[in-house]
């Protein structure tokens, strides 16, 4: 797909939903700037970019390595325990990133000057957020974790169930607000 802005929008879907065959190929999916954009990911190390339109979605599928990146703001981006490690990129602001019971090494990219809201499933895998702002807001799964701070920036939050999420904060600032907005439970 190339890069439009006609006022359309795109629905894409390599899951295999309606017949139980996940489209196993790596594709690459680069979308246009339209409004309200739709990619479900496949069985695949797929691929995923979105422009600068609003309100997109996209899905992650199964497959290991895949990257999952919207430009535009209010967008959602759900991870779909893939095997391996994926990428996550919300770059536009005010978006949901949903971080699922994984076991693999996940990483999500936050961007954009509005918030964003990170909310976490707990599996034994390891998430990265980086980017975090002081408005971003994060919702974790399980009960309240061992939390060290290991920079200015960085603290390292350990759930019972071997969960890890790193947080990297853009500054100190951002970083000492953030801790006032997350949830357990």
């Known amino acids: 797909m190339g890069q439009e802005s006609d006022g359309n929008y795109y629905y894409i879907d390599f899951s295999g939903q309606g017949s139980g065959i996940e489209d196993t ?3 690459t999916i680069l979308g246009g700037n339209d409004n309200h954009d739709y990619v479900h990911a496949g069985a695949g190390a797929d691929q995923v970019t979105l422009g600068t339109g609003t309100g997109d979605v996209i899905l992650g599928g199964i497959g290991s390595n895949q990257v999952l990146e ?6 959602t981006i759900s991870d779909n325990a893939a095997g391996g490690t994926l990428l996550i990129k919300a770059l536009g602001g005010s978006s949901t990133v949903n971080v699922g ?3 693999s090494i996940e990483t999500v990219r936050l961007g954009g000057t509005a918030s964003n809201t990170v909310n976490v499933g707990l599996g034994t895998g390891q998430l990265i957020v980086d980017g975090a702002t002081g408005a971003d807001m994060f919702n974790f799964a399980g009960t309240a974790p061992t ?3 290991v920079s200015k920036t960085e603290v390292l939050l350990a759930f019972a169930g071997g969960e890890t999420v790193d947080i990297h904060a853009i500054n ?3 970083l000492t607000a953030i ?4 949830h357990f439970g």
């Open 101 to 103: 019971d994984n076991s």
């Open 147 to 149: 939390i060290t701070t």
């Open 70 to 75: 919207t430009l535009g703001a209010q967008a």
């Open 25 to 27: 190929a790596n594709n």
């Open 179 to 182: 801790e006032t907005q997350w």
């Open 172 to 174: 100190h600032s951002a």
